[in-house]
């Protein structure tokens, strides 16, 4: 039986962090199995009864008809849902609230997440407010983004080639607030450090872009669930200036490779891998203890 997959935006609609490692685990997927992909906006009542035996995967699904959704969580069928950006809030931005602990009418969608068997999370400190905002239990910790192995490879590959512009200072250029491009770039004004904001390009081009520089700024106005910047970043061999609300540097497995000039050691492109395999592994187990694989 296949996996059903729905998300409002596969890669070749839009080219964010969460379709990007979307994509890379249906393609991990896709070495054990059949994948059915269906965008929110197409999902239909004749979709949903060819998966009712499940397991189906439903990521960043803003654009799922409330209608589908009573469905999934009246008709038994095993769905999971991929947690990436807070949608289980009305504005998904956690920080607004003391403690982690929005009033009731913030919250959204808690019947969805709650039928949910499992819900993902990208990181321990997304799961960690996932749990303290909902009081949900449901969750797991997958502890990762994915990646391409392709893309590992040309990653370890830039890193080896080594950084054109060490002096210099990365950061993102977003429209969006809660990226806070200008606070990155205040703080570098405010340290002397030279810096060019890059803008938005294809993969591989902002791949071999970043790696030209020695540091990144990132100081996100909200929580980052696991911010495959900073990983890119952090396996480029950049320095990483940030704050606390990103979850890739909150993870248990990621401080051994901490260092005290704010790089993170070479092995963490090795470990990434590794994390890759075993949450893949993590998680076709509970598919295939919840659906018909």
């Known amino acids: 039986m296949a996996i059903g997959f729905i998300a409002d935006h596969f890669l070749e609609d839009f080219a964010g962090g969460a379709e990007h490692s979307d994509e890379a685990l249906i393609l991990r997927l896709l070495a054990h199995g059949d994948v059915h992909r269906c965008r929110s906006r197409a999902v239909t009542v004749e979709w949903l009864e ?32 991929l947690e990436h950006d807070h949608h289980y809030l009305r504005g998904r931005n956690p920080c607004l609230f003391p403690d982690w602990r929005p009033p009731a009418e913030e919250l959204c969608h808690l019947s969805f997440y709650g039928a949910a068997r499992w819900v993902v999370c990208q990181s321990s400190l997304h799961e960690q407010i996932l749990r303290r905002c909902t009081r949900l239990e449901n969750t797991w910790s997958q502890g ?16 080896q080639q080594g950084m054109r512009w060490p002096e210099r200072t990365a950061v993102m250029q977003s429209q969006t607030p809660v990226k806070n491009t200008q606070g990155a770039l205040e703080l570098c004004r ?23 520089y020695g540091r990144l700024v990132f100081l996100p106005g909200w929580v980052e ?3 495959r910047l900073v990983a890119e970043a952090g396996m480029l061999g950049l320095e990483i200036v940030s704050n606390r609300w990103v979850g890739l540097l909150e993870e248990p497995w990621l401080q051994p490779l901490l260092r ?28 295939t203890s919840e659906g018909q694989l």
């Open 225 to 227: 669930s696991f911010s």
């Open 144 to 159: 990762t983004n994915f990646w391409r192995p392709d893309w590992l490879a040309v990653i370890r590959r830039l890193r």
């Open 260 to 287: 005290d000039d704010r790089r993170l050691a070479p092995e963490l492109i090795d470990c990434i891998a590794e994390r890759n395999t075993w949450a893949v592994q993590q998680l076709l187990t509970r598919l």
């Open 190 to 212: 405010q340290r002397g450090w030279s810096v060019d904001a890059l803008p938005s390009m294809g993969y591989p081009e902002f791949l071999q872009t970043l790696g030209c």
């Open 50 to 81: 060819q998966h009712r035996q499940g397991p189906i995967l439903v990521a960043n699904a803003l654009q799922l008809q409330p209608g589908h959704r009573r469905w999934l969580e009246q008709s038994g069928t095993p769905y999971f849902i």
